[in-house]
């Protein structure tokens, strides 16, 4: 095992601010990396937020207005905000045909799908340490109204049956594209007509470090679908070949409408139905996703109707959304997380791996297949310290800041050596390095 690397906290926050400055677009929004993606993504921005939060709020602040523009007039608020139009990225705004829906918005280009809902969260936590509480409540109660359409956008249009948990139709909505949970359901999903198509992500990033060819044709021959059926989620509810109760997109939704609830409640708005909703998809939750005889939490697809028994981080998500009991806390952490076999560092250096590093599918450079990400670092960090792990919570920290202290502000890292992977100089590697240092906890 190398030598720890020597973090230097100022020299680090002033290097992650000067990645977010560097990728501001003309002070409308942050790019998420130097080359890679030069959109707007939707919980990308969340955490963009966030990181200039500490420093320039009323940027943080325009972050947030600049990807509200984006919502469609249903509420969905879509994964990518197309700002500065076409550009070397596949999808480009043209391929998703959003004006076949009659909810797309007005003079914005977006895609047709979303992201998990990190928005709320995140205003939370920025509110909750703002220095001038009237001012944060004023811009609260304007992005208000836009974050409950959101939500009740996904409790309606994803769970039109009122289970408690809410459907992705494309992996993804799930922000971790390639993750071994979705194989199965993923081979069920036959390309019978793929449209033409060039992938833009190679000439960024080595081929081997991104989702395999088989994977992307039916990521695309998905958009192709929901673009044909004008983007109406009835239709896209009831037919898409991919269907899937998601652990990560569900445990942040409880965790976004908890911490939405909190601002209603600031506000004066009515907070009834949120605690319909967080009642019902607590118990959904622990009901369908929680296996007792693995002591994980996984993924459902409803097509298949089974549960899709892949171990990956996501299992980790509902400690940062408070949703495991002491005892599943307990077993998710002594039984996986301490566990060497699967994601403690016994050949590899860094924690956590994206895939735990037992599984069939582990591959430690390819993106959401056993790379260590920041954000899950983050999330499984503060989920830690909620249920009372805060040595291990605290270790994550410092493998997190070595890993960019060593690396450099990039997309992801192999968890062997800590060699950077993916994009560089990417934005929410650098907003979390700032929470991480100068980000004080709240209690939510």
Not at 308 to 317: D, H, K, P
Request: hydrophobic content about 40%; overall charge negative; glycine content about 6%.
């Amino acid at each position: 095992m190398s030598e720890p690397v020597v973090i230097d906290p100022e020299a680090l926050i002033e290097q992650a601010k000067a990645v977010l400055r560097a990728n501001d677009v003309n002070g409308i929004f942050v790019k998420p990396g130097t080359y890679q993606y030069p959109h707007q993504w939707n919980w990308d921005a969340a955490l963009v937020a966030l990181g200039l939060s500490h420093f320039d709020r009323p940027r943080a602040e325009q972050e947030i207005r600049s990807l509200l523009k984006g919502q469609w007039k249903d509420g969905m608020l879509p994964h990518v905000v197309y700002h500065n139009g076409a550009s070397d990225y596949f999808p480009t705004p043209d391929f998703w045909q959003i004006e076949r829906s009659p909810n797309a918005p007005e003079g914005v280009l977006t895609s047709g799908i979303v992201q998990p809902p990190l928005l709320a969260t995140c205003v939370r936590l920025m509110h909750e340490r703002a220095p001038d509480r009237e001012a944060s409540l004023a811009f609260v109660r304007e992005i208000y109204p836009a974050l409950y359409r959101w939500h009740r956008w996904l409790r309606t249009a994803r769970d039109p049956e009122n289970t408690g948990l809410v459907a992705i139709v494309h992996p993804w909505e799930s922000g971790t594209d390639n993750a071994a949970r979705f194989v199965e359901p993923m081979i069920r999903v036959i390309p019978t007509r793929v449209p033409p198509y060039q992938r833009r992500d190679f000439l960024h990033v080595r081929e081997d470090e991104r989702p395999i060819q088989a994977e992307y044709q039916r990521f695309v021959y998905l958009i192709d679908l929901f673009r044909q059926w004008g983007y109406d989620q009835e239709t896209i509810y009831a037919r898409s070949p991919f269907l899937v109760q998601d652990t990560l997109f569900n445990a942040l939704m409880y965790r976004a409408q908890r911490d939405l609830r909190a601002l209603a409640a600031e506000l004066g708005e009515p907070t009834e139905e949120f605690d319909e909703w967080l009642a019902t998809t607590r118990y959904a939750f622990n009901a369908r996703l929680w296996s007792e005889e693995h002591g994980l939490y996984f993924a459902y697809d409803l097509r298949a109707r089974r549960v899709l028994e892949e171990n990956g981080c996501a299992t980790f998500i509902p400690l940062f959304a408070g949703l495991a009991s002491e005892r599943q806390a307990r077993r998710l952490v002594e039984e996986h997380l301490l566990n060497p076999e699967e994601y403690a560092p016994d050949g590899t250096r860094y924690y956590v791996p994206s895939q735990a590093k037992n599984n069939l599918f582990f591959e430690p450079r390819r993106y959401w297949r056993g790379p260590v990400w920041i954000i899950i670092n983050w999330m499984v960090m503060e989920g830690l310290r909620r249920y009372g792990y805060h040595e291990l919570a605290e270790t994550i920290r410092q493998h997190s800041l070595e890993l960019v202290q060593k690396s450099g502000f990039m997309e992801y890292y192999d968890p062997r050596d800590g060699t950077g992977c993916g994009a560089t100089g990417f934005s929410w590697t650098a907003a979390l390095t700032i929470e991480m240092l100068a980000g004080q906890p709240v209690p939510v």
